[in-house]
């Protein structure tokens, strides 16, 4: 196994444990789907609770960080430089219709750069997580973007409904999160998406940076409203051509 810091290890623990929970709820999830009342007030529930498993485990460890998440809000403690960021459940709707397609995210801000974070999907048991100057790695396997060059071999991924259609092959998973894995392992070769938030992706963009793939600018700052485009190099600036409105 890579040499992983202190810090990435108490996020790995803390998404283990809170994967539990959700394993089991979506385990329940079937039988609420043909229910009158519907799995709604469900699922608000299972993400509450992992996100509260989630920072009970990081606040154990590292009491004074401060803390951005889905539910909570911004926590500001002693420590404002390190911020853990964080998502419990990142594609609810998913995981709401019984599909297996969504994945807890967790970062870690240190300044204004993310320098560490991880995407765990529970229900495959797959862990992708990244740590500044360290490499990506996808359950202890060094991973990298796609190295295709040509968009007609390419499979992208959005979330977004387009107006104008780019002319690419892409497809719509509904959660951006494992968008960004997939495109740091080489499944997805691009992704692109706005009106974001910065627990979808925090995670997401160490992991594609140390795969050897690139992002527009993004403001650490804002909250909300981001807009994302992710690829390889090799084929960013064609890609950026095709996305001219986007």
């Known amino acids: 196994m890579n040499s992983i810091s202190a810090n990435l290890n108490i996020m790995i623990k803390a998404s283990e444990k809170a994967s539990k929970i959700l394993i089991r ?9 043909v229910s009158k009342k519907g799995p709604n007030d469900f699922v608000t529930n299972a993400d509450f609770k992992a996100e509260k498993i989630i920072i009970e485990e990081l606040n154990k460890a590292k009491p004074n960080y401060s803390i951005i998440s889905e539910e909570n809000g911004v926590v500001n403690n002693r420590d404002k430089n390190n911020t853990w960021i964080i998502d419990p459940i990142d ?13 807890i995210s967790i970062a870690l801000k240190s300044e204004d750069e993310i320098i560490s974070g991880l995407i765990f999907d529970p229900i495959k048991n797959e862990m992708f997580y990244a740590e500044k100057n360290n490499g990506a790695f996808l359950n202890n396997q060094r991973i990298r973007v796609s190295k295709k060059n040509k968009l007609s071999d390419c499979l992208f991924v959005t979330n977004n409904k387009l107006n104008n259609d780019p002319g690419l092959t892409y497809r719509k998973s509904g959660c951006a999160a494992l968008d960004m894995a997939y495109v740091a392992s080489g499944r997805y070769d691009g992704f692109f998406q706005h009106n974001l938030c910065l627990w979808d992706i925090a995670a997401g963009i160490i992991l594609v940076r140390e795969a050897g793939g690139i992002l527009n600018e993004i403001s650490l700052s804002t909250n909300e409203n981001i807009k994302i485009i992710a690829s390889s190099i090799d084929i960013n600036t064609k890609l950026l051509e095709k996305l001219d409105n986007f």
């Not at 709820?25 to 789907?33: C, H, M, N, S």
């Not at 594609?91 to 994945?103: C, D, E, K, M």
């Open 91 to 103: 594609g609810t709707i998913n995981f709401l219709h019984g599909i297996p397609h969504f994945a």
């Open 25 to 33: 709820d979506f385990g329940e999830i079937e039988k609420l789907q």
